[in-house]
């Protein structure tokens, strides 16, 4: 299965209207990989007005909020999946 690095969200509390930013990046494991983001478990996908999905190359995925809100606050999941399986890594975000 493939290995996830470790990343956060910010190095704590976002304040509201502020830019925040992660990326997940693949360390280990077969490619084709395919990288998907959660927020509290949901699925985040392309047409999300407000958190945009950046694939920076094969091995990295980036998302970010232009302007943070506390409905964007929660548990935000990289996973990532191959043939030999999936792995998640998790970070929580909290809004001021």
């Known amino acids: ?34 990288i998907l983001w959660l927020h509290n478990g949901e699925p985040i996908d ?3 007005q407000d958190i945009t999905i950046t694939k920076i190359n094969k091995h990295m995925s980036a998302i970010s909020i232009e302007s943070v809100a506390a409905r964007h606050a929660g548990e935000y999941t990289c996973i990532a999946k191959n043939r030999a399986g999936n792995v998640s890594h998790s970070t929580s975000l909290t809004v001021n």
């Open 46 to 48: 392309q047409g999300n």
């Open 1 to 34: 299965a493939p290995q996830i690095g470790p990343f956060s969200m910010s190095d704590g509390p976002a304040n509201s209207g502020d830019m925040v930013s992660t990326s997940c990046s693949i360390v280990k494991g077969d490619f084709p990989v395919e």
